[in-house]
């Protein structure tokens, strides 16, 4: 990364920490004249976290933060892991004590003198070297996410079953276990979300096309969404007046970023809340060790009753339950955020009855998903919970 682009990213962040506040990707790369798309910034702030780290400074990435959740990207919870040798569900824990230190800092300067000073392309170096050990330690199992343009209405002896010709770009990179976002490409309207089947390319003599992808799917749609609301959330297409035809022909199949794919599979959930569709497999709580199971069982097992979740994130104010947190913060659409999470997992027989879910914050839901937890029963208005050692409580 150029030495002067780093130092304006620099000079932004610092100010955003004497301010005591956060700022998100888009309105960082805003900041920089869309000179760094917001997907291409978890670079250059990771250098800069590099660098701090070497000047005995907060990782300064912390302060930058994704517009829905509210806290960092995956990237700094497996950057602080490796610099200051914990794990991530620790980096996760103490990453709201990291942002304190942030705002509580006084010595940015010091990271801006070192900037405007000579050569930091030592830096940079180990940055890159640590970040494509990172990226080596994460590649493996990480399934792929696609948006096709398809119309099913040429497949309807198998809609499980979607055809592409050699021309199609991509077709043949799809692998098992990838994810595929799809609509149809007459109406524009997203069809669903689907899993590629364990053999994806199945050639039968009845079908024209040379390569078949088989898909199970993990949100299928009872009504129909207009993609096209979507499109301006989505990098994929730089030019958003022209999208349909970015994506036609030999393009109608683009990979998508793990950013996009969230921004699209959120839409596509709050559109079925909305909808009151529940014949789904995948809400933002569900539990991750589930992953595994076929689309069948998940949606036997999962299938949840989402009005007592919505019930009780407007009881407690869409904030967080554990005591002294009470985090919550506007979305675009005027609502507050919040994530329901079940005590006892659905997969382990937990009831789907209120007693069992809580409301939390983006960043305590993490910390009951990937920590060491135990809970405890309810006692009055409280629950005690430990969370790797330390005590919490679940104010009712």
Same mark, same amino acid.
């Given at each position: ?41 978890? #670079? ?8 701090? /780290? ?15 959740? !509210? ?29 304190? !230190? ?7 300067? !010091?990271? @801006? ?7 930091? $392309? ?34 309807? $002896? ?61 949100? $299928? ?14 990098? @994929?297409?730089? =030019?958003?007046? !022209?999208?349909?035809?970015?994506? #036609? ?12 794919? +969230? ?15 529940? &014949? ?25 009753? #989402? ?16 005591? &002294?947190?009470? %985090?919550? %913060? ?9 994530? &329901? /999470? ?21 960043? /305590? ?6 920590? =060491?937890?135990?809970? /405890? $029963? #309810?006692? &009055?208005? +409280? ?7 330390? =005590?919490? %409580?679940?104010?009712?």
């Amino acid at each position: 990364m150029k030495k002067d682009m780093l130092y304006d990213i620099a000079t932004i962040l610092v100010d955003v920490a004497n301010k005591k506040r956060t700022i998100t990707y888009k309105e960082l790369s805003v900041k920089l004249n869309q000179e760094i798309t917001p997907l291409n910034l978890g #670079q250059p702030i990771g250098e800069l976290s590099y660098i701090s /780290h070497d000047l005995g400074l907060p990782l300064i990435s912390v302060l930058v933060v994704n517009q829905e959740t !509210r806290i960092p990207g995956d990237g700094f919870f497996k950057l602080s892991s490796e610099l200051k040798k914990i794990n991530e569900v620790d980096a996760m824990i103490d990453f709201q004590n990291e942002a304190a !230190r942030a705002y509580e800092c006084t010595e940015w300067n !010091r990271l @801006l003198e070192h900037l405007s000073g000579e050569c930091i $392309e030592e830096n940079v170096i180990r940055y890159m070297n640590l970040r494509k050990k990172v990226k080596k330690k994460t590649l493996n199992n990480k399934p792929k996410y696609w948006l096709i343009v398809h119309d099913i209405t040429a497949y309807e $002896e198998n809609p499980r079953l979607l055809g592409f010709s050699d021309k199609i770009y991509n077709a043949k990179n799809i692998e098992a276990k990838d994810i595929i976002v799809y609509y149809f490409s007459k109406s524009k309207a997203i069809k669903g979300i689907y899993e590629v089947a364990e053999k994806p390319w199945i050639k039968e003599p009845r079908w024209i096309s040379e390569h078949q992808i088989e898909i199970t799917p993990i949100i $299928e749609l009872e009504n129909e969404i207009d993609f096209e609301k979507v499109v301006p959330e989505i990098s @994929l297409f730089t =030019n958003k007046d !022209r999208w349909y035809s970015h994506i #036609q022909g030999t393009n109608a199949i683009r990979e998508l970023s793990d950013e996009d794919y +969230k921004t699209i599979e959120d839409y596509v959930i709050e559109c079925m809340i909305q909808n009151n569709e529940s &014949g789904y497999a995948i809400l933002q709580e569900d539990d991750n060790d589930l992953i595994n199971e076929t689309i069948e069982v998940k949606i036997n097992r999962m299938k949840r009753y #989402q009005s007592i979740v919505n019930n009780l994130k407007n009881k407690y104010n869409n904030t967080c339950q554990i005591e &002294g947190c009470n %985090f919550t %913060f506007k979305k675009k659409n005027g609502d507050y955020y919040s994530e &329901g /999470h079940h005590l006892e997992p659905l997969s382990e027989n937990g009831s789907q009855d209120s007693s069992n879910v809580v409301i939390l914050c983006p960043n /305590h839901h993490r910390m009951f998903h990937y920590a =060491n937890i135990a809970i /405890h $029963e #309810q006692k &009055g208005n +409280k629950r005690k919970v430990i969370i790797n050692g330390e =005590n919490y %409580f679940i104010i009712y």
